[in-house]
């Protein structure tokens, strides 16, 4: 029987099935209903909102200058000529693209130089690094971790996390938010049952502002025999005198945390994410990570402009010193204002708990015709409820701007609450 017959005998009295339609999925209802919802209410989405200059302190939207408190921009690395000057010699050097794996032809001086000064930072043998943070932790748990194996987390990691987990198969348990007695009854009920078992955690969390009780974690990594994982997307550049991290705020050994994980578009101002620990782990990464191996290396004019933010960072801690400033400024502040600022420590992150979504997205809008942009968080990325501002606090915003915006703040959710949340002026 020839191709063609076969075929053609395969579909004879079979039915035409449709073709999936993308409009049927539940995601896409959900996203639908989410914008009617806000037309009903005549709320402008606060979300995709168009940016016309780089990310700082400032920023410029529909040709007004407004304070900028929702950028990743934590040292001012972003606009800074230093940094530009390097970018635009690695691109003059290199052109745009590594224009193929590292592993081929992709590789550049500036990655192993970028490499050992994430691992100097971290005090570690070795670092690589990837061409995003997200895929970082995706493809680093893809690697390391199989279904022997069961990973314990915070329940407030970063959905990068999960989906790395989810890829790997290991199993998953989740402990309550910093909630390290918890964590051990878990390891008490799991210890021995798995080939190997890995903690997860955030040096800062990036919904909260809070920190995990790493002199804690490494008590219990002694105990236990487990790996510990810190993701210090939030933390590089923020904490600790030299904005080392996490380690550097608890003058600890960094060796006594297995895999430090970090993105390159926060502190660094760049776009990527790196792994740094033993040469062992940097190893097994660039020769078995699928995201590594089979992924275009890092831009090259990136990974120089990720390299030129660190050194900033080692030339000017006083960066680092302003950011501590301004954090605590705000978060006194803010409470000072009676404001709900959660968990936050004051560091890179203080958020302004409000309660539903409808309230956060209304007082964002509210801010915006002030003069202050900040992203509302609402549901899933947190729990019901929990709807809050996310205010990113960097090194180059000044007193004025922190003072007027916590007042300016106070007063327009004063004025929301007095008038239900807006809920009175909406037409039924
Ligand atoms: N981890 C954490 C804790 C994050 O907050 C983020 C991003 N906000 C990531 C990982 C992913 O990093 P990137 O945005 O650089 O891909």
Known sequence: VSAMEGRAGLSAGAQDRPVPRFEDLPE?????????????VKIDNPFYRTHDIGAGA?????????ANFASYDYLGANRHPSVHARVRDALDRYGL???ASRVVAGERPVHRELEARLADTYGVEDAVVFVSGYLTNVTTLGTILGPEDLVIHDEFIHNSALAGIKLSGAARRFFRHNDTAHLEELLLDFSGKFRRILV??????????????LPRLVELRTRYGFWLMVDEAHALGVLGPGGRGTHEHFGMDPAC??????????????????IAGSEALTTILKGAAGG??????????????????????ALEPERVARLRNNGRLFLDLARQAGLDTGLSEGHSVVPVIVGDSLRAVRLSNDLLAAGVNVLPIIHPAVPEGQARLRFFITSEHDEDQIRETVALTARLLGDLVRDNFGLNAIDP
């Open 28 to 40: 896409y209802r959900q996203i639908r209903m989410q914008e009617l919802a806000g037309e009903l």
């Open 58 to 66: 400032r920023t410029e939207i529909g040709g007004r200058s407004i």
């Open 97 to 99: 693209s590594a224009s």
């Open 200 to 213: 997860i955690v955030e040096g800062v969390y990036s919904m909260d502002g809070d920190l995990a009780d």
């Open 257 to 274: 945390v297995d895999i430090w994980m970090g993105t390159l578009s926060k502190t660094t101002s760049s776009c990527g994410g790196y």
């Open 292 to 313: 590594f191996v089979y992924s275009v290396g890092l831009a090259p004019a990136l990974a120089a402009g990720a390299l030129a933010s660190l050194d900033l960072l």
